[in-house]
């Protein structure tokens, strides 16, 4: 038996993988569409998954590298989009204000 659980521990480490990837995957599409909200529900998942590959020490292993760098490219990718979008958004917000002070300006000289 302890056979049977040794050799279902590698797979169930690279479904964690994989889910992972999936996981950034999805949080990468969401934000370049800026769906922020779903990608906070996508993070709680990731951040259990990496949890769960964390404390089973899987990236650790050789074995698992190229893996380990798919998913920190993607992570990095991930920051890319979200510092993208938060730039985005932080241009957008300072052309609401402009406009509202213009307003405000017209307003007080009628």
Excluded at 3 to 9: G, L, V
Excluded at 81 to 97: I, M
């Amino acid at each position: 038996m302890s056979t049977y659980i040794d050799e279902n521990i590698p797979n169930e480490q690279i479904n964690l993988l994989d889910e992972l990837q999936i996981l950034l995957e999805k949080q990468i599409e969401l934000a370049r569409q800026g769906n922020i909200n779903e990608i906070e529900v996508l993070s709680k998942q990731a951040s259990s998954l990496v949890r769960k590959i964390a404390r089973s020490g899987v990236l650790e292993s050789s074995e698992y590298k190229s893996q380990r760098e798919q998913l920190r490219k993607l992570y990095y990718d991930l920051c890319l989009v979200l510092t993208a979008q938060q730039a985005g958004t932080t241009k957008e917000l300072s052309r609401v204000r402009k406009g509202k002070k213009t307003i405000a300006a017209y307003r007080g000289n009628i």
